[in-house]
């Protein structure tokens, strides 16, 4: 019997989920898709589960859209519905990425292209082997940056460069997509996982649900005014203001000993 498409294991209080199509460069299909928001899903609904870990099997990340899948293909005769696909597979995984109840990490192990790479971006740290690469392919296949791609690359990189990446193609190498703020920091090859997993543990002992609320505020701050942002600041201040974290984070301060997070 083959392996599953998505590997799903448990560390502690980390859910490492590992995108398992190597021979294809994990690019998705279908039947990838049906395994990995179910996963997203349990990660998020196990109380348990504190941060979440991303990463490829073999030598990439992921390749986007698998452009051999036959799960995704029209019926014999049809034209193609691409926004089909998007709605159907693109947007919840979008959605559930950027609404995760933990911090959500990519590490980055290879190539990650097309929704691959967007995939990737969807994470609240991008931790990137000095060997990978980011690619916008779509152009090169007549289509726009999907997976959340026109939202995420201006907002991480500024327009003048989304643009570039987007209508070029080109391959970003890691070292330079950290330089330029894309993504959270470069490893050597070698150190990429016990890398994820150390950053993993430090934040799932930390208030992960003010984390949640941080990505939320911040995701919606691009499209406030400076009044709006503070009148959400100010509503998402009162609401944590009333949560177990922040009276545990202020006590454990001022007795001067480690905090014991449960939040989530
Ligand atoms: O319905 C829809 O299509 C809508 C959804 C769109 C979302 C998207 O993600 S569109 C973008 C799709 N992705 C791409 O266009 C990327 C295609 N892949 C590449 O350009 C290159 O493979 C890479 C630059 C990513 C890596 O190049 P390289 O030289 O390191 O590897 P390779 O030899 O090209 O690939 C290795 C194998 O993976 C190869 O198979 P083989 O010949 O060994 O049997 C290759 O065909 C396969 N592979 C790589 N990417 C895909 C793929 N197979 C299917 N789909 C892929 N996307």
Do not use: Y
């Given at each position: 019997m083959s392996e599953p498409s998505v590997l799903v294991a448990t560390r502690g209080a980390i859910r490492?989920?590992?995108?398992?199509?190597?021979?294809?460069?994990?690019?998705?299909?279908?039947?990838?898709?049906?395994?990995?928001?179910?996963?997203?899903?349990?990660?998020?609904?196990?109380?348990?589960?504190?941060?979440?870990?991303?990463?490829?099997?073999?030598?990439?990340?992921?390749?986007?859209?698998?452009?051999?899948?036959p799960g995704m293909a029209a019926p014999a005769g049809a034209a193609p519905d691409v926004g089909a696909v998007i709605e159907r597979y693109y947007r919840p995984l979008a959605l559930r990425m950027r609404s995760m109840p933990v911090p959500v990490i990519a590490a980055v192990n290879g190539v990650a292209a097309g929704a691959g790479a967007n995939f990737a971006l969807l994470s609240d740290f991008v931790l990137a082997a000095r060997g990978a690469s980011f690619i916008q392919a779509f152009s090169k296949i007549g289509l726009v940056p999907d997976c959340g791609g026109t939202w995420l690359l201006p907002r991480l990189v500024g327009r003048a460069r989304a643009i570039g990446l987007a209508m070029t193609g080109e391959k970003l190498p890691a070292e330079e997509a950290e330089r330029i703020?894309?993504?959270?920091?470069?490893?050597?090859?070698?150190?990429?996982?016990?890398?994820?997993?150390?950053?993993?543990?430090?934040?799932?002992?930390?208030?992960?649900?003010?984390?949640?609320?941080?990505?939320?505020?911040?995701?919606?701050?691009?499209?406030?005014?400076?009044?709006?942002?503070?009148?959400?600041?100010?509503?998402?201040?009162?609401?944590?203001?009333?949560?177990?974290?922040?009276?545990?984070?202020?006590?454990?301060?001022?007795?001067?000993?480690a905090p014991v997070f449960t939040d989530r």
């Open positions: 490492l989920l590992t995108l398992n199509r190597p021979a294809a460069l994990n690019s998705f299909t279908a039947e990838m898709h049906s395994l990995l928001l179910p996963a997203l899903e349990d990660a998020a609904a196990d109380s348990t589960v504190r941060a979440v870990v991303i990463t490829g099997a073999g030598r990439g990340f992921c390749a986007g859209q698998d452009l051999n899948d703020g894309m993504i959270w920091r470069c490893v050597d090859d070698a150190a990429l996982m016990d890398s994820a997993f150390a950053l993993a543990e430090r934040l799932a002992a930390m208030p992960v649900h003010a984390m949640a609320e941080t990505r939320r505020v911040l995701d919606q701050s691009g499209s406030l005014s400076l009044e709006e942002a503070l009148r959400l600041e100010a509503d998402t201040q009162r609401e944590l203001g009333l949560a177990h974290d922040f009276s545990e984070g202020v006590a454990a301060f001022l007795a001067k000993r």
